[in-house]
T-cell receptor, first 115, second 114 residues
Framework: AQTVTQSQPEMSVQEAETVTLSCTYD???????LFWYKQPPSRQMILVIR??????QNATENRFSVNFQKAAKSFSLKISDSQLGDTAMYFC????????????FGKGTKLTVNP | DAGITQSPRHKVTETGTPVTLRCHQT?????MYWYRQDPGHGLRLIHY???????DKGEVSDGYSVSRSKTEDFLLTLESATSSQTSVYFC?????????????FGPGTRLTVT
């Protein structure tokens, strides 16, 4: 069974600074997808970024980028130029290719951006 | 945003009563999912559907049943609600696998069982 571990329950960062959220996963599959979801106080789950395991290039979406280390089974999220609106819970998630697209989530990291 | 609605958005019910939550999509996506979210646990899969009348269990399916009689609707039923089922419930939908693989989430339903 796949598992996803987020070892940082809470983190804080000053506005405009950079922060990295950690995520590790365990799987025996070779083809899969990894995601970071953001959940602000509104409770809406928002997809931040996704990575296909077969792609060596790290995904980027504006201020958000990932460091994907397949051999180490690590998938960290870097937020650059942090903004107050980045304050949220962040969930790392794993999806096996061709497995009914089920997501396995980590327990989340609560990020607070301070002014 | 994907067209996903959940109803009701909030519900308070008593222990032992049946409860049905509804998820409705306008995207014609094949896959639909029910998750629950609890502090310290993240989101956990309850049941999912891979087509009309095709459903399967997830990680925390005990005490829950589902039905999908139409592509657009996926119902989650608590036959006899218990306090341990107090949670926030999310519905999600997904297209087929491959390069477009991702899930879109509904707004959530907060259920309180007293």
């Amino acid at each position: 069974a796949q598992t996803v571990t987020q070892s940082q329950p809470e983190m804080s960062v000053q506005e405009a600074e950079t922060v990295t959220l950690s995520c590790t996963y365990d799987t025996s599959e070779n083809n899969y997808y990894l995601f970071w979801y953001k959940q602000p106080p509104s409770r809406q789950m928002i997809l931040v970024i996704r990575q296909e395991a077969y792609k060596q290039q790290n995904a980027t979406e504006n201020r958000f980028s990932v460091n994907f280390q397949k051999a180490a089974k690590s998938f960290s999220l870097k937020i650059s130029d942090s903004q107050l609106g980045d304050t949220a819970m962040y969930f790392c998630a794993f999806m096996t290719e061709g497995g009914s697209e089920k997501l396995v989530f980590g327990k989340g990291t609560k990020l607070t951006v301070n002014p | 945003d994907a067209g996903i609605t959940q109803s009701p958005r909030h519900k308070v019910t008593e222990t032992g009563t049946p409860v049905t939550l509804r998820c409705h999509q306008t995207e014609n996506h094949r896959y639909m999912y029910w998750y629950r979210q609890d502090p310290g646990h993240g989101l956990r899969l309850i049941h999912y559907s891979y087509g009309v009348k095709d459903t399967d269990k997830g990680e925390v399916s005990d005490g829950y049943s589902v039905s999908r009689s139409k592509t657009e609707d996926f119902l989650l039923t608590l036959e006899s609600a218990t306090s341990s089922q107090t949670s926030v419930y999310f519905c999600a939908i997904s297209e087929t696998s491959g390069i477009r693989a991702r899930q879109y989430f509904g707004p959530g339903t907060r259920l309180t069982v007293t």
